[in-house]
């Protein structure tokens, strides 16, 4: 079983500044994915951001980066540049790329951007 | 354009009823889902279906019904609405295992 842990239930950042938001997860699996979505107030969640575990590279998307750190089990998200817009809660996900495909969330990080 | 959608964005009702939820995706995706957004935002699954087949079924009482016409549609009946059913629930399409996750707009229940 996947669980994974979201430390932060509220972060702030002042815009144009640069913001991280944690998450670790623990599974047995060696072959996974991972996965930053965001949820505005518009409620839709949209995906910011992917990593493939056997890749050591960190996944990048314009303004958005990871770190992830495999033997630590640890996948944070940088934002960079903040805007107005990042405003939303962030989830992190993980999917074992072996049995069922059920994608487990963390409880999520509430980011507000300061004008 | 619409890649998911789902029908109806709010549903209000009362206790007892029974309500059904459709969700179509035009992305040609195996895979749907079935997600329960409870007010603290916690986002759980609940169903998956693969090719029509159901592959996931997560500890949802009885009265949580999917069901997979064809690939690209999956609905979701609820029968004898319970004030503990009022969330958000998501539908999702997918290629498969580590593909990005596409979801619907969400549907707001609310039972009284």
């Known amino acids: 079983a996947q669980t994974v842990t979201q430390s932060q239930p509220e972060m702030s950042v002042q815009e144009a500044e640069t913001v991280t938001l944690s998450c670790t997860y623990d599974t047995s699996e060696s072959d996974y994915y991972l996965f930053w979505y965001k949820q505005p107030p518009s409620r839709q969640m949209i995906l910011v951001i992917r990593?493939?575990?056997?890749?050591?590279q960190n996944a990048t998307e314009n303004r958005f980066s990871v770190n992830f750190q495999k033997a630590a089990k640890s996948f944070s998200l940088k934002i960079s540049d903040s805007q107005l817009g990042d405003a939303a809660m962030y989830f992190c996900a993980s999917i074992s790329n072996f049995g069922n495909e059920k994608l487990t969330f963390g409880t999520g990080t509430r980011l507000t951007i300061i004008p | 354009d619409t890649a998911v959608s789902q029908t109806p964005k709010y549903l209000v009702t009362q206790m007892g009823n029974d309500k059904s939820i459709k969700c179509e995706q035009n992305?040609?995706?195996?895979?749907m889902y079935w997600y329960k957004q409870d007010s603290k935002k916690f986002l759980k699954i609940m169903f998956s279906y693969n090719n029509k087949e159901l592959i996931i079924n997560e500890t949802v009482p009885n009265r949580f019904s999917p069901k997979s016409p064809d690939k690209a549609h999956l609905n979701l009946h609820i029968n004898s609405l319970e004030l503990g059913d009022s969330a958000v629930y998501f539908c999702?399409?997918?290629?498969?295992?580590?593909?990005?996750?596409?979801f619907g707009p969400g549907t707001r229940l609310t039972v009284l």
């Open positions: 992305l040609g995706h195996d895979t």
């Open positions: 999702a399409s997918s290629h498969g295992r580590g593909s990005e996750q596409f």
């Open positions: 990593q493939e575990a056997y890749k050591q």
